[in-house]
């Protein structure tokens, strides 16, 4: 056993011991254990005041009535614990279907962790962290035009709401939004004037880890600053950006401006070529069902994403969580005061993890059912993500009084650190499991038992830390988290990482077999930023990669002697229970995606969650194997660009969910239904789950019936042979495939739609 390994965290930030507590205490996120126990080191330092972190509370406190958020916010203030704990007014005044929520955000400094044990004892279930401020985020100048984030602004309601057909949103939360494109203009005007009713910058000005951060620009706002660029009738966009000091769209792409344009992206009208020629008529706006009337579009409230440190250190997305529920928040309280009250959303989240529970119970998946459940009409779409050939998956049968070991190959050139998360079952007795790791070099751990954190310190810097919680904030089952340092760093006083192969070895002690899952997390750099994170993977000699053309299998035909598995990695923010979730496939002849990730979820641990098999629906992803990616806007008007992934199968289903609300709306308004909140609420949570079932069901049935009906006439299709057989598809496609939305969508060869 090596000599380098120690026994618990000294020196810790918070100051906390995370090792001994109570089975009623609030459960901890083991990343901030991780972060601790590293003194913040790999995120850049350790805070110089507050962090971000999102807090589900307890349903009722017996004697204290804050089993709200709104409740809480206020305890907050009449307590006078800002100094210490602030909340955000998204959560002070919410709209009134959202008042009663369990899940908030909050700024918090170190004192915020005593008191869970303290003034906060039975108020909180559990925290999970955001990241804290880093170098490269803090120094930022104001911007000269300077539109500060402040929920309590005031917002114009939509004009003549009251006479027209209900109001829908498309929200869209992402990286990267061009908002001044000409594909988020509105077609019929004189002067440029932009769809986009407001955009929340979650990014400078302003300091992170307050409770308000950010700046919001309306509606009224783009327009102007639109106005102030117009030179000969076109609007100077680099110059709109510069003057709005907005720097996410400075490069030629962004994965934001073409997920919006996918979602919610206009085709510009043109010029009449004649007198008395009519401009085409706008293809973004939805039809009644027979298509004899334009029944509306959908009024656009865009989110851009500001991870602190943007991914210059983390690649992992630990932040997200923290952010995708504000921005969450933000859509449906802006949504709100446009509509004056109560409408249909839809929001689009073309994001997520490939570590994590996958039953449904992470915080940010129990939050997203939650404001379903209390909203009366919401729809979120997320993609089923890309990491089928990844290798990051591990599923073994752990027998008892047996061992197994998972090699985990680390690569060089890693500027930002790993992680490893092993999930036990719910039946697990978690005081019999051990895990031991062997690192590169040959120095082993000691066997690390239930309630223990361990690190490994060569020299200088720790470089391995293990953190075996009873009871983690991310997840309803025990979950054992290996963090290792990067493997390379521009500080010459840094230690890094062994690169090679760390062996991971997992002893069931109990009386009973065990069912263990283990994922290593996403390590990808995002675009349009510079290369750090490289992916880390298992290795398992059994593991069939290709198939006998050697061309790799996106299958586990044939591949059950291994534990490195395909089936299961779908993203683990996608296995909640009423989120619309997309894979993606080829248009040219139908085979999913190689990259679309295989469900199912894993058997939740808790009642209420059931088993997410796979995705709901699978739309295009690639428009055939040699032109790969779906077409859509680049960052400047006119601009196109191709990208894959299920990331743009997911838009492009919200777009046709919220063409099918404009539809619902109208045809209530010509019922002579009244507006207001029972003319559009529903009971049916999983809405958008059932139509995008029944719709793919509906155009695999249309497929079906054209080929019957086009058999025997010509020859019979070429077999392509590396093709692997649909095994499981409603684990890969779920219950079929839908076509792009017809008019909307950027086509090859047409690069002036």
């Known amino acids: 056993?090596?000599?380098?390994?120690?026994?618990?965290?000294?020196?810790?930030?918070?100051?906390?011991?995370?090792?001994?507590?109570?089975?009623?205490?609030?459960?901890?996120?083991?990343?901030?254990?991780?972060?601790?126990?590293?003194?913040?080191?790999?995120?850049?330092?350790?805070?110089?005041?507050?962090?971000?972190?999102?807090?589900?509370?307890?349903?009722?406190?017996?004697?204290?009535?804050?089993?709200?958020?709104?409740?809480?916010?206020?305890?907050?203030?009449?307590?006078?614990?800002?100094?210490?704990?602030?909340?955000?007014?998204?959560?002070?005044?919410?709209?009134?279907?959202?008042?009663?929520?369990?899940?908030?955000?909050?700024?918090?400094?170190?004192?915020?962790?005593?008191?869970?044990?303290?003034?906060?004892?039975?108020?909180?279930?559990?925290?999970?962290?955001?990241?804290?401020?880093?170098?490269?985020?803090?120094?930022?100048?104001?911007?000269?035009?300077?539109?500060?984030?402040?929920?309590?602004?005031?917002v114009d309601p939509l004009a003549g709401v009251d006479e027209k057909c209900h109001p829908v949103f498309m929200g869209v939360i992402d990286d990267g939004l061009a908002f001044a494109h000409q594909r988020f203009r509105e077609v019929d005007t004189d002067e440029p004037s932009t769809r986009i009713e407001c955009f929340w910058d979650q990014g400078p000005p302003g300091i992170p880890t307050d409770a308000v951060y950010g700046r919001e620009f309306l509606k009224r706002d783009i327009d102007h600053l639109m106005k102030q660029c117009l030179y000969g009738g076109l609007v100077d966009e680099d110059a709109l950006y510069r003057e709005a000091e907005y720097m996410s769209v400075r490069h030629r792409w962004a994965h934001g401006t073409q997920i919006m344009d996918l979602a919610c992206g206009a085709k510009p009208a043109e010029a009449p070529q004649a007198a008395g020629a009519q401009a085409p008529q706008p293809t973004h706006h939805a039809h009644s069902a027979d298509g004899s009337k334009e029944v509306g579009e959908p009024h656009i409230i865009c989110v851009q994403f500001h991870p602190p440190g943007r991914t210059i250190r983390d690649t992992s997305g630990l932040w997200f969580g923290v952010y995708a529920l504000d921005a969450l928040r933000y859509i449906l309280h802006r949504a709100n005061q446009l509509a004056r009250g109560p409408c249909p959303v839809i929001v689009n989240l073309s994001y997520g993890y490939i570590a994590g529970p996958h039953d449904g119970s992470s915080m940010i998946e129990d939050a997203i059912d939650e404001l379903i459940e209390r909203h009366p009409d919401l729809s979120i779409v997320i993609p089923v993500g890309n990491s089928n050939l990844a290798r990051c998956h591990a599923e073994f049968l752990l027998e008892r009084d047996k061992s197994q070991t998972l090699n985990w190959r680390t690569l060089p050139d890693d500027a930002t650190p790993s992680f490893l998360e092993v999930w036990l079952p719910p039946d697990a007795d978690a005081g019999q499991v051990e895990l031991e790791i062997t690192t590169p070099r040959g120095d082993k751990s000691p066997s690390i038992r239930l309630n223990e954190v361990h690190t490994w310190k060569p020299a200088g810097d720790v470089l391995c830390t293990v953190v075996y919680l009873r009871r983690v904030a991310t997840g309803s089952r025990q979950m054992i988290l290996v963090a290792l340092a990067p493997t390379t760093t521009h500080d010459p006083e840094r230690d890094t990482a062994d690169t090679g192969m760390w062996m991971i070895r997992v002893t069931n002690g109990g009386k009973s077999d065990l069912r263990v899952h283990a994922w290593i997390q996403r390590d990808e750099t995002a675009y349009g930023y510079p290369l750090r994170g490289r992916q880390t993977r298992f290795e398992d000699c059994r593991y069939r990669r290709f198939d006998c053309w050697g061309h790799e299998k996106d299958t586990d035909d044939g591949n059950e002697n291994s534990w490195v598995k395909r089936k299961g990695t779908i993203n683990s923010v996608a296995t909640g229970k009423y989120t619309a979730v997309v894979a993606g496939f080829r248009g040219s002849d139908g085979k999913p995606a190689r990259y679309s990730a295989t469900g199912p979820g894993v058997e939740p641990g808790y009642l209420g969650k059931p088993l997410r098999e796979g995705p709901d629906a699978a739309a295009v992803s690639d428009d055939s194997a040699a032109c790969f990616g779906v077409l859509g806007a680049g960052t400047r008007s006119r601009s196109v660009v191709a990208m894959d992934g299920t990331s743009v199968a997911g838009p492009q289903i919200a777009r046709m969910l919220a063409r099918e609300k404009l539809r619902q709306m109208h045809a209530r308004c010509i019922a002579g239904e009244p507006a207001g909140v029972t003319a559009h609420s529903t009971t049916d949570h999983e809405w958008a789950r059932n139509w995008v079932e029944s719709r793919a069901s509906k155009e695999e049935r249309i497929r079906s019936e054209k080929h019957e009906a086009n058999a025997g006439q010509g020859p019979p299709p070429h077999a392509i042979p590396h093709a692997d057989k649909k095994e499981f598809p409603n684990q890969r496609e779920g219950a079929g495939r839908i076509p792009p939305p017809a008019g909307d969508r950027i086509k090859r060869l047409d690069f002036d739609s």
């Not at 805070?47 to 709104?70: F, K, N, S, W, Y």
Request: hydrophobic share 45%; aromatic share 10%.
């Open 1 to 154: 056993m090596g000599t380098h390994w120690m026994s618990g965290v000294a020196d810790s930030w918070t100051g906390q011991d995370w090792t001994g507590r109570a089975d009623d205490a609030a459960r901890i996120d083991p990343y901030l254990v991780w972060a601790d126990a590293t003194q913040f080191v790999d995120l850049g330092h350790p805070p110089a005041h507050r962090v971000r972190v999102m807090i589900e509370l307890v349903d009722q406190h017996p004697t204290r009535g804050a089993g709200d958020a709104q409740q809480f916010a206020r305890m907050v203030e009449s307590q006078q614990w800002g100094e210490w704990l602030q909340v955000s007014p998204l959560y002070l005044n919410p709209p009134a279907d959202l008042v009663r929520t369990r899940f908030l955000t909050a700024a918090v400094t170190k004192r915020f962790f005593a008191e869970l044990d303290g003034l906060l004892k039975g108020i909180v279930a559990r925290v999970e962290l955001g990241l804290p401020v880093v170098p490269d985020d803090a120094v930022v100048p104001v911007p000269a035009i300077s539109y500060p984030f402040d929920p309590d602004r005031t």
